[in-house]
């Protein structure tokens, strides 16, 4: 009997069509007053219709892009309804225009995509009222293409608040959410635990909210490794730079030596030097940089002279994986670091509560079999793995989500941050980016060979 085999199955999160369906029209609700909460509620049109860099779409093309997607797989997918607005199809597919050329388009203003969307979504909860979740059918079997297309404009909504942090111009989101669960002193933690060889089942082939690129799940055979208890530190990574290691070419690559000359940076990005003192930009505020914070907006480049630097280096996909998921003592994969009850602001920092990363050390309840804390939320993490399918990878249900990404252009990065939703992160979740990419809240943690 294999491991797979062995494998204890999750519980079943089969529910009846009416409770399904009520789940769904709340998390419709849920996501899309956050959508609204980072557009057309705090920004007025001029700010909306602008591209605030062009690494960035203007947020009103993210606005209506998000119903758009909504009605092509609720509404002419898994309810057989005839296209509403075909004409604009190509403005919001993703693949048509990059994101530099999009304020050129001849975007719906911010009313009239306010108003296209609510239109779907109207229409959307007509057609969840009599839908059934047919089993025989890919797309509504355990309602997927419902928890994909939540999952979506969740996904949006942390893109847009990428481009909230590269716009200029006065505060519009709240500050630092206080009265959460207090950090834990990360300097009482080891500074990094063994995670013993042999083997472990990497992805999923059970999870209902799981992507295309999550499935199907697999053995591997991981060798030893340590791996940093928590992600790394702004004291720490302040320390890299102030021991010249943006001048040293020994702890770079040579792309990441290429990119480092070439782009002139010397830091992370949003922070800003005064003298001996360290601050960063954050949402329109300039606030002295918190030495416990984990690092965030570094680049891949960045994260892996980092850890030659220190000695060590970047963990594999699988390595991370193993850490976060797998069980040893009950041999059995766990959802979520801590077990497969679903977060909570005690276990992780997601969901966009505090606008900005936790101290390192915090969440103990939150820590994962093997002691690792930090795992999901707060940053995400770099991984040296470059993206492709796992073995026996299959496209589900566009090859535009995964595919056409795997191969060597785009890193790895896992556990979401404290901008994800936690519909939309769990061990298995995969993020990928290119290794230039500092816009995003990236950080990262150590690992090395035992």
Not at 208 to 223: C, H, K, L
Not at 228 to 237: F, I, L, R, W
Not at 270 to 275: L, M, Q, S, Y
């Amino acid at each position: 009997m294999s491991l797979l085999d062995d494998l204890p199955q999750p519980a079943s999160e089969e529910v009846d069509e009416d409770a399904f369906k009520q789940l769904v029209a709340d998390e419709l609700e849920r996501v899309r007053t956050r959508s609204f909460g980072l557009t057309t509620d705090v920004l007025d049109e001029s700010e909306l219709t602008a591209q605030h860099s062009r690494l960035m779409s203007p947020l009103v093309w993210d606005l209506a892009h998000v119903g758009n997607y909504e009605e092509l797989w609720l509404l002419r997918e898994a309810a057989g309804i005839e296209a509403m607005r075909p004409e604009i199809d190509d403005l919001y597919d993703a693949f048509e225009h990059p994101r530099s050329e999009r304020p050129a388009l001849p975007l719906l203003s911010p009313t009239e995509a306010r108003d296209y969307i609510g239109l779907v979504r109207r229409k959307v909860l007509d057609s969840l009222a009599v839908a059934r979740l047919d089993p025989s059918k890919p797309l509504l079997a355990d309602g997927f293409v419902y928890r994909m297309v939540v999952q979506h404009e969740h996904q949006h909504d942390e893109t847009m608040l990428g481009t909230h942090q590269l716009r200029r111009g006065d505060p519009v989101l709240p500050p630092a959410t206080d009265g959460l669960p207090a950090p834990t002193d990360g300097s009482l933690l080891a500074e990094e635990v063994l995670v013993a060889g042999g083997p472990f089942v990497m992805g999923t082939s059970t999870d209902p909210w799981a992507y295309d690129n999550e499935r199907p799940a697999y053995v591997v055979e991981q060798p030893s490794f340590w791996i940093d208890t928590t992600p790394v530190s702004n004291a720490s990574y302040r320390a890299f730079i102030e021991a010249g290691g943006y001048d040293d070419p020994r702890w770079w690559t040579p792309g990441g030596w290429d990119w480092r000359t070439k782009s002139g940076k010397r830091a992370p990005a949003f922070w800003v030097r005064e003298g001996t003192s360290w601050f960063r930009r954050r949402f329109g505020r300039l606030e002295p940089l918190p030495d416990t914070e984990p690092v965030q907006h570094v680049c891949y480049f960045e994260a892996d002279a980092y850890a030659r630097w220190a000695g060590k280096r970047l963990p594999t996909e699988a390595e991370w994986e193993k850490a976060a998921s797998w069980d040893p003592a009950s041999r059995s994969k766990r959802r979520y670091p801590w077990g497969d009850a679903a977060p909570t602001s005690s276990t992780a920092n997601l969901g966009q509560l505090r606008f900005h990363p936790t101290g390192v050390g915090s969440f103990p309840a939150g820590a994962s079999a093997y002691g690792v804390r930090q795992l999901l939320g707060d940053v995400w993490e770099w991984t040296s793995t470059s993206f492709t399918g796992h073995p026996g990878f299959c496209v589900f249900p566009y090859k535009e989500y995964s595919e056409v990404f795997f191969g060597d252009d785009y890193k790895v990065l896992r556990g979401g941050s404290w901008a994800t939703d936690p519909l939309a992160v769990r061990n298995t979740f995969r993020n990928w980016d290119y290794p230039i990419r500092r816009q995003i809240f990236a950080g990262f943690r150590c690992a090395r060979t035992a």
